[in-house]
């Protein structure tokens, strides 16, 4: 699958927002921390995967009710679902000026059935000509994600016979319907009933 730019200006995959706010002190403190022990993009963008992956749990396993959406408070409360994590990831490479996007896939049930939005990130390292899709949302029995610049090590991978998608489309910020969902939600099973089924 070709990725494709939503803005082809890369500078856009660098700037801060509301959601992506990697001039917090919560991001930038993790940034320098992770930056001073692991030195150069690649070992700084692995490191920073890692800690996402494993030191935010996913919400959901971890039955924290709470629902975060901008990248401090992810980071800050170490709670959030995908999308929140993947926020969080993006802020922490655009932190140390990598180019981060935010993407997404469509994930059913084994029949097809309740079809919810994934999300993930994607990377462009220097000297990479190609963008990399990387998976934070937390490891568990049945899932093995892990960081990689050659083959996708994702959650999932997804079943076209199942209605399926991956998404071709790297946003600069998250995608509408999922930013909307997350911020009207009071608390995650709110936010269960108001996940996006498709972009």
Known sequence: ???????????????????VDHEHPVVRALARRLADTHPGA??????????????????????????????????ELRTGICYAKSVAYAALLRARGIPAALCYQRLADDDGANPVIHGLVAVLLPGERAWARQDVRGNKPGVDARFSLEEERLAWTVRPEFNEVDYPVLYTEPHPAVLDALRAAPDRPSLWRTLPTEL
């Open 42 to 75: 690649y070992a700084y963008a692995e490191a920073a995967f890692v800690c996402v992956r494993d030191t935010v749990p996913h919400s959901m396993d971890a039955g924290d009710l709470r629902v975060t959406w901008r990248a401090s408070d992810v980071l």
């Open 1 to 19: 699958m070709e990725l494709i730019q939503q803005n082809p200006d890369i500078t856009a995959y660098l700037a801060a927002s509301e959601a």
